[in-house]
């Protein structure tokens, strides 16, 4: 496992933005976004394999949250804009050596950040 430092969560009106960062202590081939709200399940949000430098995204977060990352650094960010109340959720970084079919479930990463919490509100 790596351990993972999460930052950048917050309170925000609908349709303003927020950034998330999470810093890695060591490296994996992929990191990912999960969030959960409270009494659901962890859902993905959004992940980058480091070979390559590809990115996935949930279809409810594609065009409004944008996934970067520094691959020298093990840090990921993660850009959410025209927030909505619908993405109020604790959000979590996770890392691992995941292979693509599991890229967008949370068994797929073995390291996991203790979560940042966003809500959006007016």
């Known amino acids: 496992q790596v351990q993972l430092t999460e930052s950048g969560g917050g309170l925000v009106q609908p349709g303003g933005s927020l950034r998330l960062s999470c810093a890695a202590s060591?490296?994996?081939?992929?990191m990912a976004w999960f969030r959960q709200a409270p009494g659901k399940e962890r859902d993905f949000v959004a992940a980058?394999?480091?070979?390559?430098?590809?990115?996935y995204y949930a279809d409810s977060v594609k065009g409004r949250f944008t996934l970067s990352g520094d691959k020298a650094s093990n840090s990921i960010y993660l850009q959410m804009n025209t927030l909505k109340p619908e993405d109020t959720a604790i959000y979590y970084c996770?890392?691992?050596?995941?292979?693509?079919?599991?890229?967008?479930?949370?068994?797929?990463?073995?390291?996991w950040g203790q979560g940042t919490p966003v809500t959006v509100s007016a």
């Open positions: 980058i394999r480091w070979n390559g430098g590809y990115t």
């Open positions: 996770a890392a691992g050596r995941t292979i693509l079919s599991a890229i967008r479930t949370p068994g797929g990463y073995d390291s």
């Open positions: 060591g490296s994996r081939n992929a």
